[in-house]
């Protein structure tokens, strides 16, 4: 056994020996090799590279003699434009200069011209002078005079011309208009007409005995004081059986006491607590009644989104009248008569309707009493947001304010047709005597006018003058005259048509 190991473990050391020594010589020729192999590798890398470069630089070169030769090219274009620009300015200079010699030229020209019309104007001033003066000579007038003569001369001819030529006109106009407007107000009131009834300040209360009269006037009357204290009715007891009499301006002030009256009465508890307890309570449900009138009147005619204090107001309305006349029965006849109209002449129906409705609201208005109603009502549709022209129509229809819109001439005329009709509205005698010597008084005091007839209940005014004093054109503008006063000073129903007469009488006596 070991005999064989000794030579194994011999054999073996052997090669480790002879690995140990030929490695070295192994890898020193290796790395040799490998040094050899780099450095060719790197010259081929440095003559490529080197290629490369000349190949970059050539590219380079020749973009930049590229752009060389563009940047050369756009100098030259420019400076051929700089050129071609310097020769226009050069001839537009030399244009000017040919231009300012030719206006200076013809300023020189103007300034002899102008010394020439000078001079010449000068001397026609002389001659005009002394013609003046020839002609005044002659004349033995002033050239003043003579002017002011003229003057008045042509004046009167120009208003005989105009008065003719307005007569032509207004004569033209009645026959165009007359048929058409007559056909739609009677078409209007025929299918508006309403019933007419006149309210009075006295409501009538019936009872069913006279021994409720006791108990309404109570212990030395404190129950009728109290009930009048709190209603500001005044309330009648006299001999009339079963009925008594509640007298108020106040439409509002009389139902307060008639409805308080009667759950007075139909309650049996008659004493001054309960009859304040009572009015209040009366109160507050005529408010919610007012407001549930103007609803349906609201309805009735087909008007909507209108401000619920508005409804309150048209509400109000019916607790109102004006010369006897109930206010919201008025109203609602304003409005239909505007409806219709308004179709008639092609414009907006429903504008006109609300309109008509609106118009008198201020009549029934709180706020602000001393304006003038029609004026209070615009102010309270401005503040509820109605529109423009539905405000106008309200301040204009008594012509307060002037009329902007096509809506506003309707409502004022739709007003004049329901109040003017035969026993719409009842008036107090005195004023009625007063507005009819009123009209007569204003076409007397024009000259030449001797007497003056206001005949059918103020509708007519006849006018007579003296024949001497007032000629047959004269009477043409005096008649345009006094209608444009009564216009103006006086406040009527409808229209008054003036008649003015002129006659010539010749008397003779046979003896």
């Known amino acids: 056994m070991d005999q064989i190991l000794i030579p194994l473990g011999a054999f073996v050391i052997g090669l480790i020996l002879g690995f140990l020594i030929v490695r070295p010589i192994v890898l020193k020729n290796k790395k040799a090799k490998i040094l050899q192999e780099a450095e060719k590798e790197g010259e081929d890398i440095k003559k490529e590279k080197i290629f490369q470069a000349k190949e970059k630089f050539l590219q380079l070169k020749t973009e930049h003699e590229q752009y060389i030769n563009s940047k050369n090219n756009s100098l030259r274009d420019s400076e051929n434009k700089l050129k071609q620009r310097e020769l226009q300015l050069n001839q537009q200079h030399s244009d000017l200069n040919r231009k300012e010699k030719e206006i200076e030229a013809i300023r020189n020209n103007l300034k002899l011209q102008t010394d020439l019309v000078a001079r010449k104007h000068e001397e026609y001033e002389k001659l005009r002078q002394q013609e003046i003066v020839k002609i005044e000579n002659i004349a033995g007038m002033s050239a003043d005079e003579a002017k002011k003569q003229l003057m008045e001369a042509m004046k009167a001819e120009a208003r005989t011309d105009a008065q003719s030529y307005i007569n032509d006109v207004i004569d033209e106009a009645r026959l165009s208009a007359s048929k058409e407007a007559k056909r739609i107000v009677i078409n209007t009131i025929q299918r508006t007409a309403p019933e007419v009834a006149i309210e009075n300040a006295v409501t009538v209360f019936n009872i069913d005995n006279d021994e409720i009269k006791g108990r309404i006037i109570g212990r030395e009357g404190r129950n ?285 006596y046979a003896k």
């Not at 408010?287 to 109000?316: P, Q, W, Y």
């Not at 201020?362 to 009493?369: F, I, N, S, W």
Request: proline content about 3%.
């Open 224 to 508: 009728i004081r109290a009930l009048e204290a709190a209603t500001g009715v005044e309330i009648v007891v006299d001999d009339t059986p079963e009925a008594i009499l509640l007298s108020a301006f106040d439409p509002v002030r009389r139902e307060v006491a008639r409805l308080a009256l009667h759950q007075l009465v139909a309650d049996g508890r008659i004493h001054p607590a309960r009859i304040e307890e009572v009015v209040e309570k009366v109160k507050k449900q005529l408010e919610d009644e007012i407001l549930e009138i103007g609803k349906r009147t609201c309805i009735d005619l087909g008007i909507h989104g209108l401000n619920l204090e508005l409804v309150k107001l048209v509400g109000r309305m019916k607790y109102r009248s004006s010369y006897g006349q109930n206010l919201l029965q008025h109203s609602r006849e304003v409005a239909n008569i505007c409806a219709t109209m308004a179709s008639e002449l092609g414009l907006n129906a429903k504008v006109a309707k609300r309109a008509g409705l609106l118009h008198d609201i201020g009549k029934v208005c709180e706020e602000d009493p001393e304006l003038p109603h029609a004026m209070l009502g615009m102010k309270m549709a401005e503040k509820y947001k109605e529109k423009p022209e539905i405000c106008n129509a309200i301040g204009a229809h008594h012509e307060e304010i002037e009329m902007t819109s096509l809506i506003s001439p309707l409502v004022m005329v739709a007003d004049a047709i329901s109040g003017a009709r035969p026993g719409a509205r009842r008036e107090v005698i005195e004023s009625y005597i007063k507005r009819l010597k009123d009209m007569e008084d204003i076409a007397l005091s024009y000259n030449g006018v001797t007497k003056t007839y206001a005949i059918q209940a103020g509708r007519e005014l006849r006018v007579i003058v003296g024949s001497e004093q007032v000629t047959d054109k004269d009477i043409e503008t005096l008649s345009a005259e006094i209608a444009k006063r009564i216009h103006n000073e006086m406040t009527y129903p409808g229209q008054v048509k003036i008649t003015v007469i002129r006659e010539s009488r010749s008397v003779a």
